[in-house]
């Protein structure tokens, strides 16, 4: 039922503390003001880590489980830090008739990820969006800044492929390098 | 809190502290009124369970009990047909995600939803809605008692204790719509949170939610 998060590499928490200290320090912190405070976090980090909600709520007198609410009930807070591929799939009113339920079930099978939710590698982010304005291609998946429509289970393969086969092509490592967590853990994937 | 005021409930007058709630002035005078979200020292009521309603002389729809204030001349009905469908509705709507098994449940007798069942005649079983159970496991972490979502009427009073009488803030709402639900930050079990397993929780679970492992 719940979606664990992602365990964090060496240095990444105390980056993430040092940033929010310094957002910290243009704000008062109190109720009014936590989710601005997230909202500026979520815009540096890309997602609102657990020790960064932490830092707030140790600042604001507030229980951390309580940021951990506000974070659970807005859509616009990510949990999980974007991987490099971002998939957005359409629950648009029309997507989601034509089948944008099973485009979403597809991912999370493949990925092994709920919606919301990143690899473990850090490579896939998995969302939902609401409607991306064009209606006529649903259901409609985009894939960093790339529309795809008419999306099927057997094109989610493909569209997971493409993204795999072009990492490779560049010659770059399987695993997301954009963090040291993604790189640790593609390590020890490998090795397993 | 000597100022006392009087007004009348299902026609009978009753004297009560001014500034106080209408739903505990019935209480304490022997009026039933439904309720599992109220907690008597709560200085805003959560008003989130919708059990409590009453008719009150002069306002056009039915009131909350835990929100209004009594008055001296308040005129106060209980029951009515509007204040029956609203109940019957927000009973069903309860019901609708609650794991019923009584037999099974630790609360079985000692159960807020049986007592409310009990008092207007009403059902333990959906009529008119569908069931949607929650899927949850049963976080059996901590030392004396256990906690299981599939139970849970998300009252709120186990956080409003936890905040306000043990003052740990260890539990609280989370997510939002069907998902909503009571946990630790993060999700932690209650072992791995900030909770100091004082039981206070326990104790203020109108149902079988909270539970000790043995039985008091």
């Known amino acids: 039922m719940f979606s664990v998060p992602l ?10 503390l040092k940033i929010v200290g310094d957002i910290l320090k ?9 989710i601005p405070i997230l909202q500026q976090v979520q815009a540096k980090l890309g997602y609102l880590p657990g020790p960064a909600m932490e830092k707030i709520a140790a600042a604001s007198g507030v229980p951390a489980v309580d940021l951990y609410g506000l974070a659970t009930f807005y859509n616009q807070f990510r949990l999980h830090p974007p991987g490099k591929h971002r998939v957005n ?6 997507c989601y008739m034509a089948g944008g339920r099973i485009a979403l079930d597809s991912f999370e099978r ?7 939710e990143t690899t473990p590698d850090r490579n896939f982010s998995l969302e939902r969006v609401a409607c991306v304005g064009c209606c006529t291609m649903a259901p409609v998946v985009v894939v960093d800044d790339k529309v795809e429509g008419r999306v099927t289970p057997t094109r989610v393969d493909g569209i997971l492929l493409e993204c795999g086969a072009s990492n490779g092509a560049a010659g770059e490592a399987p695993a997301a390098e954009n963090t040291p967590a993604g790189r640790e853990q593609a390590e020890g994937a490998q090795r397993s | 809190m000597s100022e006392k005021v009087t007004l009348t409930i299902d026609g009978r007058e ?39 309603f009453v008719e009150v002389e ?5 009131v909350t009990a835990c929100t209004q204030p009594v008055k001296d001349g308040l005129v106060v009905r209980t029951r009515s047909e509007r204040v029956d469908r609203l109940v019957r509705s927000a009973f069903e709507l309860l019901l609708s995600d609650h794991r019923l098994q ?13 007592k409310i069942a009990r008092e207007r005649g009403l059902k333990l079983r959906l009529t008119r809605l569908k069931p949607l159970p929650k899927e949850a496991a049963i976080d059996e972490s901590a030392a004396a008692f256990s906690f299981d979502r599939s139970r849970c009427v998300l009252c709120g009073r186990c956080i409003w204790v936890d905040r306000e009488v043990a003052k740990v803030g260890a539990i609280g709402f989370t997510r939002r719509g069907l998902e909503r639900t009571v946990t630790t930050f993060e ?10 397993e004082c039981g206070l929780c326990v104790h203020a679970c109108p149902v079988g939610a909270l539970y000790f492992k043995q039985p008091e």
């Open chain 2, 58 to 62: 002069g306002s056009a729809a039915p």
């Open chain 2, 102 to 114: 009584c037999r099974e449940c630790p609360a079985n007798r000692s159960c807020g939803l049986q």
């Open chain 1, 110 to 116: 493949r990925l092994k990820i709920k919606e919301g």
């Open chain 1, 89 to 94: 799939v359409c629950m648009g009113t029309a």
């Open chain 2, 14 to 52: 009753i004297r009560a502290a001014a500034g106080g709630k209408l739903l505990w002035a019935a209480l304490d005078n022997g009026i039933y009124i439904p309720n599992l979200c109220a907690v008597r020292e709560r200085v805003r009521p959560a008003a989130s369970c919708r059990l409590c």
């Open chain 1, 26 to 34: 243009n704000h008062a912190a109190n109720r009014e003001n936590l």
């Open chain 2, 187 to 196: 999700d932690e079990t209650l072992a791995e949170s900030i909770c100091n």
């Open chain 1, 7 to 16: 365990p964090l590499a060496s240095g990444e928490r105390e980056e993430i």
